[in-house]
């Protein structure tokens, strides 16, 4: 066991959220040997206020088309070098159904923005796959206020779209033609509309510094995000950013504990990114505050393709083993699945 050594700004994060700018740098900026105090003061936030459950949510990624040029991603439109797939409904529906058997309460539906499902077909999909008495979150990308809007009719839940970065600069760096204005107006839509929202940002971004990453905290505050999807930028070899260096399992880790600290009513997913990089990624992400999985439940020959990243986590095992296989990793961190459909926690907290 490593020795804790004190510090005055971990420990007020135990007893308050209000943190300033200056003293998330500060948190964010600890060195190694007090990166245990930080995590431990993050499961103690954890643990208090949303308890011991891990939220596990299945990823189906449907289809791996996409119109856009993210220059951090391998799914960007002008990467040729990928083999693209598109499931048929059916095989969606078939999914989502060995899924639930399998004991997810929430599903995802995860794609490029792929122009050839309509919001229709996606609308009728969220529609069969609620009646299987589930969550359903969407994760397709900027789309139109009408559009988003028959999706949250036709019964989903949540809608996940990161922010990516909370520098506009970089933002439009990163995303050419499109401003971090635009994104942020996306998730007022979805919260309009009575979505809960799942944000987040990649950690070691080409230019971003430890200042940027406070910023990126501060706006999910300021946006009432519901869910953070945080992991580390692996560069991709066939994206403008394949020069840079793979972002820092270390700082990773510093940004789940602070966000828990910061706003402990979060949903907190241990990313599959960092499960990439680290073979006990997700274990090192649940003691930093993480408490959501959100395994890959994609048919099994289609799993390898969907490569936003070189290295993704990939498994061979067939749904329900899986599943298992995370409640066991979940059970030995002293933690339990989640039985319910695992809702946002921010309501409850502003009460
Ligand atoms: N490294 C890490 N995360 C990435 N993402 C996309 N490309 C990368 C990458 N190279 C994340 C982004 C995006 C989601 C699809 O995956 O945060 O929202
Ligand atoms: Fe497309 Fe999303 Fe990848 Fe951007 S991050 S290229 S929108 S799949």
């Not at 960007?76 to 004991?103: C, K, M, S, V």
């Not at 969220?126 to 999706?151: F, P």
Request: proline share 5%; charged share 20%; aromatic share 6%.
């Amino acid at each position: 066991m490593m020795k804790q050594t004190h510090n005055a700004t971990i420990e007020k994060a135990r007893s308050t959220a209000e943190l300033s700018h200056e003293e998330l740098v500060e948190l964010l900026n600890l060195p190694q040997q007090q990166l245990p105090s930080l995590m431990a003061a993050a499961d103690e936030v954890r643990q208090r206020t949303v308890g011991n459950q891990v939220h596990l949510r299945g990823i189906i990624e449907f289809s791996n088309y996409c119109r856009q040029h993210c220059c951090y991603c391998g799914l960007r439109a002008n990467n040729n070098d990928i083999d693209r797939y598109r499931l048929t409904p059916e095989q969606i529906l078939d999914t989502a159904r060995t899924a639930t058997q399998a004991g997810y309460r929430t599903l995802v539906l995860q794609s490029g923005e792929d122009p050839l499902f309509s919001p229709k077909t996606i609308a009728e999909l969220t529609a069969e796959i609620k009646k299987m008495g589930v969550a359903v979150t969407l994760s397709c990308g900027e789309r139109s206020y009408e559009t988003y809007q028959l999706w949250r009719e036709a019964g989903a839940d949540r809608y996940l779209i990161k922010q990516e970065t909370a520098d506009p600069a970089l933002y439009k760096c990163i995303r050419p033609g499109h401003t971090l204005q635009e994104r942020l107006q996306c998730q007022h839509w979805l919260k309009d509309l009575g979505y809960q929202v799942g944000s987040g940002c990649m950690i070691g971004l080409p230019g971003q510094t430890v200042e940027t990453l406070a910023r990126d905290l501060q706006l999910m505050k300021e946006m009432h995000i519901d869910m953070s999807g945080m992991g580390p930028f692996i560069p991709h070899p066939k994206t403008p950013l394949h020069l840079g260096c793979t972002g820092s399992i270390f700082l990773t880790l510093k940004m789940l504990a602070v966000a828990r600290l910061y706003m402990p009513w979060l949903l907190l997913p241990a990313t599959t990114a960092l499960a990439s990089l680290h073979p006990e990624g997700r274990e090192l992400a649940l003691r930093a505050g993480a408490n959501v999985i959100m395994p890959n439940v994609s048919p099994e020959e289609f799993r390898s393709l969907y490569q936003i990243y070189p290295g993704k986590l990939n498994h061979h095992d067939s749904i329900t083993d899986y599943f298992n296989r995370i409640k066991q990793l979940i059970e030995k961190e002293g933690r339990s699945v989640a039985i319910d459909l695992g809702h946002s926690f921010l309501p409850s907290f502003h009460q």
